[in-house]
């Protein structure tokens, strides 16, 4: 792991973020202005990118999870029966993280920026930060990952 600082112009910085979270595995941006306050710093903590085969693709993960229309019932049930204020196990988090990736991935070949992909993304951030705080990689491959290594049963 390493830190990475830029200074670049405002007007750049959202173009050198995404080349950066393209190159390498980041954590947040953290954004100063210069002291002279005409050119921002960009501070990241990255790590090069894991190795693909890491990685289970999303066919592997969910070969043997139950169709997504069961997942949807089996969220609906477990949130429905609970109490409310009521933290959940890691299983509910997880699958729930796992169904709206499998959503999302109905939608990515047309559109990589939709609002699945959005939630998706922002359900896997949540398992992994409750995981493993602080681990620096793609979060709906890490929910992947976890996913193929919990063995589902159709419920």
């Keep these: 792991m390493f830190e990475i600082r830029v200074i670049c112009d405002p ?7 995404t080349a950066l979270t393209t190159a390498f595995t980041t954590g947040a941006v953290r954004r100063r202005r210069t002291r002279d306050g005409a050119r921002t710093r960009l501070y990241l903590t990255a790590d090069h990118l ?9 066919e592997q993960a969910y070969a043997k999870a139950p169709s997504i229309v069961s997942e949807i019932g089996w969220t609906a049930r477990t949130i429905a029966t609970a109490e409310c204020f009521t933290e959940l196990d890691r299983e509910f988090y997880l ?6 990736d499998r959503i999302a ?16 993304h922002a359900a896997a951030v949540s398992v992994l930060d409750r995981d493993q705080p602080g681990l ?20």
């Design 11 to 17: 007007a750049d910085t959202d173009r050198v973020t």
């Design 50 to 58: 894991p190795d693909p085969a890491d990685w289970p693709t999303p």
């Design 95 to 100: 699958r729930k993280a796992a169904l709206l």
């Design 105 to 120: 991935l109905m939608d990515e070949p047309q559109d990589l920026f939709s609002d699945a992909t959005d939630t998706a």
């Design 136 to 155: 620096i990689c793609d979060p709906r491959a890490y929910v992947r990952q976890q996913y193929a290594l919990l063995a589902v049963d159709d419920q």
